[in-house]
């Protein structure tokens, strides 16, 4: 049924005034909204216009009906922004810039039958202006107050594709306008006169800084200081919420490009957000997850680390109620924070002076511990990679020591007791002492340990952040994989033809050996491999008896040759498109339940065929292992190592590496790359002699081409390696040249990106290298010839 035309009347009009709404109502709106943006901007004030302090600074809040906080709004808008007379806007003499852009895009390549609104933009030394016209006694629409704290972004190319425009982004307190232009040289006038206003104001200061120099100055003076403290809530205890940050922050996103980490929105929205969390820690039975989570967001956010120092010494500041459970609450995050994150000299000043005011105040109190422990945890702390984990966080809320297990093979594990701020290098020192390992001429480190990989942890890494990254890894493993764990090991081999068998030192060579020949990194023939299980049940076990525990078969001998018996799989022949296309119809359908079948069935003949492999081998070992009858553990440790050695790559650290193939060769070349205390040698995977190998003498530079490639320089050639453990054989290599002393300083290629290391000082006898973090490019080392 057709519609009456009263009807068609109505629908049309409605469409029109919705139109009209949309073109001018909001101007009205917005305009609201700049009142509104000029009156919160109360708790900011200008370098320059500080005021007295003696007049009250009380907590914002969002009522704004008392004459004084009006009076006080009146006063700031009119020194940061002059009033507009009534004349023609294109005779504005403060105008710096002018010229029509686009408040909104309404057409462009999406709309295109929707016509675009203009409006005319006047950027002045204090203000971005735009009015309905550029006629005289045009209105005024909207205004937004430039500061320090704006930002601007520049036209970017996804804006233009989507709308036929290129955009501008102005960030103000409150709002921020996006314009359009149609000439991209339009627009970048516009940025670069918007970021030179910015730039030219002064820095903006809250009443929290300018107080907190205030307390700084008038710190001897305990009658001025009390004065403040009672005439300015914004320094003491509060119950209510927070809706401004005490110190400022630049307005607009966090990346103006991209969306902030993990969903974080500003940093003035965070900063309110954590002060909310904060509050909650009063009345939580379980503080911890909580806490973690505060400190979590500062690692992502570094800039508010500031904030949360002034926060929480804000809410220790005459609370109602000292030393309860509220307020201690505040100080072990307070204590977390000081273990985590150093603050900024100003803030650290301000913390040091509140702590000693507690103290004074407070004697013997918990909170007076909390300060004495917080100060001397703030002349330690300079960084950290990872927040502290739960465990760590209980034990700084007791102001105790965290225990820390490190197991070494061939011995029992050790028990070490750390803080937040120890390293591996002082636990490896204790470590080294505890065992009677100071004479040793070889090299120990700590190592992390994994289902996935086995790293060496570097010297100035703190234990601390390693135990986080294990709590982080238990949730995300299954439950039948391992657990992380620290391991105490040989970093390097300088000497192990002279280690004393009885020595716990020849315990850990055994022990590393039997990992090389488990990771099938020694080379040679089956017959010896069931010897070397033998020998390894012998030393574990002593004699043959039924009634003795047998490990697995991955335990004693290496997987990679009890796979390489089984037939190898058939290769894929090229097919046709024609033969790929029937392939992948007929994969959907029966023929591909008859595909699976075949292959499930093909697994398991492959299961079953491994399975009798391994009770082969099993069988071989054991009677291998009878004829050990009589030998004791130290005999069997030493004729285990002494098979093992008689590879000459025993006492290299090898690594998995491709090298890179030159133009004329098919592929790069799957390699084991050796390092060892006198050479560098290359080996083909499986076989007994290396490929080649250089001494140090030869090698005139390496470094590390990309975070995949490794550069070795030989002579006159260049070898390119392919590996994820380029930082691994930098260091390695580092550390063998230190302790043989024949390196000279780097000397980088790239200045611009890699600047020159400084000589490496003397080490400890007995200890790994620090692991150098290489900020500001690849690690790059020259050699002697």
Same mark, same amino acid.
């Given at each position: 049924?057709?519609?009456?035309?009263?009807?068609?009347w109505?629908?049309?009009?409605?469409?029109?005034f919705?139109?009209?709404?949309?073109?001018?109502?909001e101007?009205?709106?917005?305009?609201?909204?700049?009142?509104e943006?000029?009156?919160?901007? &109360?708790?900011?004030?200008?370098?320059?216009?500080?005021g007295?302090?003696?007049v009250s600074?009380?907590?914002?809040?969002?009522?704004?009906?008392?004459?004084? =906080?009006s009076?006080?709004?009146?006063?700031?808008?009119?020194?940061?922004?002059?009033?507009?007379g009534?004349?023609?806007?294109?005779?504005?003499?403060?105008?710096?810039v002018?010229?029509w852009l686009q408040?909104?895009?309404r057409?462009?390549?999406?709309?295109?039958w #929707?016509?675009p609104r203009?409006y005319w933009f006047?950027?002045?030394?204090?203000?971005?202006?735009?009015y309905?016209?550029?006629?005289?006694g045009?209105?005024?629409?909207g205004?937004?107050?430039?500061?320090?704290?704006?930002?601007?972004l520049?036209?970017?190319k996804?804006?233009?594709?989507?709308?036929?425009?290129?955009?501008?982004?102005?960030?103000g307190?409150k709002h921020?306008?996006?314009?359009?232009?149609e000439?991209?040289?339009?627009?970048v006038?516009?940025?670069?006169?918007?970021?030179? $206003?910015i730039?030219s104001?002064?820095?903006?200061?809250?009443?929290?800084q !300018?107080?907190?120099?205030?307390?700084e100055?008038?710190c001897? *003076?305990?009658?001025?200081?009390?004065?403040i403290y009672?005439?300015n809530p #914004?320094l003491?205890?509060?119950s209510?919420?927070?809706?401004?940050?005490?110190l400022p922050f630049?307005?607009?996103s966090?990346?103006?490009?991209?969306?902030g980490? =993990?969903?974080?929105s500003t940093? @003035?929205?965070?900063?309110?957000?954590?002060?909310?969390?904060?509050?909650?820690?009063?009345?939580?039975?379980?503080p911890?997850?909580?806490m973690?989570?505060v400190l979590?967001?500062?690692?992502?956010?570094?800039?508010?680390?500031?904030?949360?120092?002034c926060?929480?010494v804000k809410?220790?500041t005459?609370p109602?109620?000292?030393?309860?459970?509220?307020?201690?609450h505040?100080?072990?995050?307070?204590?977390?924070?000081s273990?985590? &994150?150093?603050?900024?000299?100003?803030v650290?000043?301000?913390?040091?002076?509140?702590?000693?005011?507690?103290?004074?105040?407070?004697?013997?109190?918990e909170?007076?511990?909390?300060?004495s422990?917080?100060?001397?945890?703030?002349?330690?702390?300079k960084?950290?990679?990872c927040?502290?984990s739960?465990?760590? #966080?209980l034990?700084?809320m007791r102001?105790?020591?965290?225990?820390?297990?490190?197991h070494?093979?061939?011995?029992?594990?050790?028990?070490?007791?750390?803080?937040?701020?120890?390293t591996?290098?002082e636990?490896?020192?204790?470590l080294?002492?505890?065992?009677?390992?100071s004479?040793?001429?070889n090299l120990?480190a700590?190592?992390?340990?994994?289902?996935r990989?086995?790293q060496?942890v570097?010297?100035?890494t703190?234990?601390?952040? $390693?135990?986080?990254?294990?709590e982080?890894?238990?949730?995300?493993?299954?439950?039948?994989?391992p657990?992380c764990r620290l391991?105490?090991?040989h970093y390097?081999?300088?000497?192990?033809?002279n280690?004393?068998?009885?020595?716990?030192?020849?315990?850990?060579?055994?022990?590393?050996?039997?990992e090389?020949?488990?990771?099938g990194? $020694?080379?040679?023939?089956?017959?010896?491999?069931?010897?070397l299980a033998a020998l390894?049940l012998q030393?574990?076990?002593?004699?043959f008896?039924t009634h003795?525990?047998?490990?697995?078969?991955?335990?004693?001998f290496?997987?990679?040759?009890?796979?390489?018996?089984?037939?190898?799989p058939?290769p894929?022949t090229?097919?046709?498109?024609?033969?790929? !296309?029937?392939?992948?119809l007929l994969a959907?359908?029966?023929?591909g339940?008859?595909l699976?079948?075949?292959?499930?069935?093909?697994?398991?003949?492959l299961?079953?065929r491994?399975?009798e492999?391994?009770?082969s081998?099993?069988a071989?070992?054991?009677?291998?292992?009878?004829?050990l009858?009589?030998?004791?553990?130290?005999?069997?440790?030493?004729a285990y190592?002494?098979?093992?050695?008689e590879?000459?790559?025993?006492?290299?650290? +090898?690594?998995?590496?491709?090298? @890179?193939? *030159?133009?004329l060769e098919?592929g790069?070349q799957r390699l084991?790359?050796?390092?060892?205390?006198?050479?560098v040698?290359?080996?083909?995977?499986?076989?007994?002699?290396?490929?080649?190998?250089?001494?140090?003498?030869?090698?005139?530079? &390496?470094?590390?081409s990309?975070?995949?490639t490794?550069?070795?320089?030989?002579?006159d050639?260049?070898?390119?390696?392919?590996?994820s453990?380029v930082?691994e #054989?930098?260091?390695?290599?580092?550390?063998? +040249?230190?302790?043989?002393?024949?390196?000279?300083?780097?000397q980088?290629q790239?200045?611009?990106?890699?600047p020159?290391?400084s000589?490496?000082?003397?080490?400890p006898?007995g200890?790994?290298?620090?692991?150098?973090?290489? +900020?500001h490019?690849?690690?790059?080392?020259?050699?002697?010839?």
């Amino acid at each position: 049924m057709p519609f009456p035309g009263g009807l068609w009347w109505l629908l049309c009009c409605r469409q029109g005034f919705t139109l009209l709404r949309r073109d001018y109502g909001e101007a009205d709106r917005e305009a609201d909204g700049e009142a509104e943006e000029e009156e919160a901007s &109360f708790e900011l004030r200008a370098q320059g216009d500080q005021g007295s302090l003696e007049v009250s600074l009380s907590q914002p809040t969002r009522s704004s009906s008392g004459s004084e =906080r009006s009076l006080l709004v009146a006063e700031e808008m009119r020194s940061l922004i002059a009033e507009k007379g009534p004349g023609p806007v294109e005779d504005d003499s403060d105008a710096l810039v002018k010229g029509w852009l686009q408040r909104e895009v309404r057409g462009g390549v999406k709309t295109p039958w #929707i016509r675009p609104r203009r409006y005319w933009f006047v950027l002045t030394p204090d203000s971005l202006d735009y009015y309905s016209s550029n006629e005289k006694g045009a209105r005024r629409l909207g205004s937004l107050v430039l500061t320090s704290l704006c930002a601007v972004l520049w036209p970017d190319k996804q804006t233009y594709k989507d709308t036929g425009y290129w955009s501008v982004t102005v960030f103000g307190r409150k709002h921020c306008y996006r314009l359009y232009s149609e000439q991209l040289s339009e627009a970048v006038r516009w940025v670069c006169a918007v970021q030179k $206003v910015i730039d030219s104001k002064a820095p903006v200061q809250t009443p929290t800084q !300018l107080l907190m120099r205030d307390v700084e100055e008038h710190c001897s *003076s305990p009658e001025v200081l009390e004065q403040i403290y009672r005439c300015n809530p #914004i320094l003491r205890y509060t119950s209510s919420p927070l809706y401004a940050p005490l110190l400022p922050f630049p307005y607009g996103s966090l990346n103006q490009s991209a969306p902030g980490p =993990r969903g974080y929105s500003t940093l @003035r929205d965070e900063a309110v957000k954590l002060f909310n969390s904060l509050q909650q820690l009063e009345s939580e039975q379980d503080p911890v997850p909580l806490m973690q989570g505060v400190l979590q967001t500062c690692l992502d956010l570094p800039p508010l680390v500031d904030e949360i120092y002034c926060q929480l010494v804000k809410q220790t500041t005459e609370p109602p109620a000292p030393g309860g459970q509220g307020d201690l609450h505040y100080w072990q995050l307070l204590t977390c924070m000081s273990c985590t &994150f150093l603050p900024s000299p100003p803030v650290l000043r301000f913390l040091r002076f509140h702590l000693d005011r507690t103290e004074s105040r407070f004697p013997a109190s918990e909170m007076a511990k909390y300060a004495s422990f917080i100060r001397e945890a703030l002349g330690k702390t300079k960084g950290r990679q990872c927040v502290p984990s739960l465990e760590e #966080i209980l034990v700084l809320m007791r102001r105790q020591e965290m225990i820390c297990t490190v197991h070494c093979p061939g011995a029992a594990a050790c028990r070490v007791a750390i803080s937040s701020h120890t390293t591996a290098e002082e636990v490896a020192q204790e470590l080294v002492s505890r065992l009677g390992l100071s004479q040793s001429p070889n090299l120990f480190a700590l190592y992390e340990q994994s289902r996935r990989r086995e790293q060496p942890v570097g010297n100035t890494t703190l234990l601390a952040d $390693v135990l986080t990254r294990f709590e982080n890894l238990a949730g995300e493993q299954r439950e039948q994989d391992p657990p992380c764990r620290l391991c105490f090991k040989h970093y390097g081999f300088l000497d192990t033809d002279n280690v004393p068998r009885d020595s716990l030192e020849f315990a850990l060579l055994f022990e590393q050996a039997h990992e090389m020949v488990l990771r099938g990194y $020694v080379p040679t023939s089956e017959e010896t491999l069931q010897t070397l299980a033998a020998l390894r049940l012998q030393s574990l076990n002593s004699d043959f008896s039924t009634h003795a525990p047998c490990p697995r078969l991955e335990e004693l001998f290496p997987p990679r040759a009890l796979h390489a018996r089984l037939p190898p799989p058939r290769p894929r022949t090229a097919k046709c498109r024609g033969a790929r !296309l029937r392939a992948g119809l007929l994969a959907g359908g029966l023929w591909g339940q008859a595909l699976a079948k075949q292959r499930a069935e093909r697994d398991q003949r492959l299961r079953g065929r491994l399975r009798e492999e391994g009770a082969s081998t099993v069988a071989a070992i054991v009677e291998k292992w009878k004829l050990l009858q009589g030998m004791g553990r130290p005999e069997a440790m030493a004729a285990y190592v002494a098979l093992v050695r008689e590879w000459p790559g025993f006492g290299s650290t +090898l690594f998995d590496v491709d090298l @890179r193939a *030159s133009p004329l060769e098919a592929g790069p070349q799957r390699l084991w790359l050796g390092i060892g205390a006198k050479a560098v040698s290359l080996y083909k995977p499986g076989e007994l002699e290396p490929l080649d190998s250089f001494g140090y003498s030869r090698i005139s530079s &390496f470094g590390a081409s990309d975070s995949s490639t490794f550069r070795l320089s030989v002579e006159d050639r260049d070898l390119l390696f392919e590996t994820s453990q380029v930082d691994e #054989i930098a260091q390695l290599l580092n550390t063998y +040249l230190t302790s043989t002393g024949t390196r000279r300083p780097p000397q980088p290629q790239e200045p611009a990106t890699s600047p020159p290391a400084s000589a490496p000082a003397m080490l400890p006898q007995g200890l790994c290298p620090t692991a150098r973090p290489w +900020l500001h490019g690849p690690p790059v080392g020259s050699f002697p010839r």
